[in-house]
């Protein structure tokens, strides 16, 4: 029986062990190990429950990582190394909220915005030593709706981000994929890798910016309760307001 350990935080991180924790005997493979982000929020908590209901080992650290054949995380909050991908006799699987290789990083939501992309996407790829650069296994791909908001986008590849992780959790724990490598697909799809201290850049309006302009970075970088896109007039910062954000 394969012995799988998953590391993930958040809504989407709670979504996917749910899923991983139901379908155990079904896939016939076993959880040994959960890690998550501490206690924070509402998700990380209940993360730490089903820990404990399922009588599974929570890790506190990287460093009480057990050897594992699956390694899967879900937006985890440290950066893996190594010497951490090697537990995984098989493998071990990132799932990037975003399409690959156009958007690395963080932010990505903001910048397909700001870019005025028309599609967006969600990926199941190998985790390596680089920051999103191992090769893809699984991937979706669907339209931005028109106008659409930073926290649309966001709850949009949320939901895709879980049926890409329930369509293929069987196939990636019995090995059933074929990677392509994210190099060769750079030419056709472009790349871009964003720090997370971009998105105060973003915010950052300039009124002598046209109108189309302002109106992406403010739908770009409104979400609450982060701190909302402003500009400053006379040396005044002045916020703007998201109240007709998209429903």
């Known amino acids: 029986m394969k012995k799988v350990v998953f590391l993930g ?29 501490g206690l924070q929020n509402q998700y990380n908590q209940q993360i730490n429950n089903l820990a404990e209901q399922y009588q599974v080992k929570l890790i506190r650290s990287l460093a009480e990582l057990p050897p594992c054949d699956v390694l899967i995380s879900v937006q985890y909050h440290r950066i893996l190394k190594q010497q951490h991908i090697d537990l995984a006799g098989q493998i071990a699987v990132n799932l990037h909220m975003a399409p690959l290789p156009e958007y690395r990083g963080c932010n990505q939501f903001s910048f397909a915005i700001v870019n005025n992309d028309s599609q967006f996407g969600v990926t199941l790829h190998q985790l390596e030593a680089g920051i999103d650069s191992g090769a893809i296994l699984f991937e979706k791909r669907f339209p931005i709706p028109p106008n659409c908001w930073v926290t649309d986008l966001y709850r949009l590849a949320e939901e895709q981000s879980g049926k890409l992780f329930e369509q293929h959790l069987a196939d990636i724990v019995h090995g059933k994929y074929n990677p392509v490598a994210q190099q060769n697909l750079i030419p056709d799809r472009g790349t871009a890798y964003h720090f997370r201290h971009e998105i105060e850049q973003l915010k950052q309006i300039d009124l002598n910016w046209s109108a189309q302009t302002i109106e992406r970075h403010v739908r770009a970088t409104w979400f609450p309760p982060n701190e909302p896109p402003y500009t400053f007039i006379n040396g005044k910062k002045f916020y703007f307001q998201g109240a007709e954000q998209s429903s």
């Open 9 to 37: 935080a958040k809504a989407i991180g709670l979504h996917c062990l749910q899923l991983l924790l139901q379908k155990q005997s079904a896939y016939n493979y076993k959880v040994t190990a959960i890690g998550t982000a």
